[in-house]
Nanobody, 124 residues
């Protein structure tokens, strides 16, 4: 049973920064695909970032490229999302999620089946 718990959300002004954390426990498969997606009221769910566990292979949505950085700490079984130069359109609930590889490739994070409860990010 996978358990993912996000933290680090909050309210910040435009241009500010936040670092989200996701602690994994239980039968995690953080050793495959890890990622973040977000959901804003009235908007479609959006995959934000994906990390191939144990590598430096990452991918980002165009909307966050150059501003967000996904990383992991294997020793702590924790996934991070560093968010800089935040914009009001970054407001939403952020979820971490994990998935297996399909044909050696990670899917979009919004399709990952194992996810946490989310942490709210508000940018004004």
């Amino acid at each position: 049973h996978v358990q993912l718990v996000e933290s680090g959300g909050g309210s910040v002004q435009t241009g500010g920064s936040l670092t989200l954390s996701c602690a994994g426990s239980g039968r995690t498969y953080f050793n495959w695909c890890m990622g973040w997606f977000r959901q804003a009221p009235g908007k479609e769910r959006e995959g934000v970032a994906v990390l191939y566990a144990g590598t430096d292979i990452t991918s980002y949505a165009d909307s966050v490229k150059g501003r967000f950085t996904i990383s992991q700490d294997n020793a702590k079984n924790t996934l991070y999302l560093q968010m800089d130069s935040l914009k009001p359109e970054d407001t939403g609930m952020y979820y971490c999620a994990t998935d297996q590889l399909y044909g050696g490739t990670c899917r979009d994070a919004l399709d990952f089946p194992a996810r946490g409860q989310g942490t709210q990010v508000t940018v004004s």
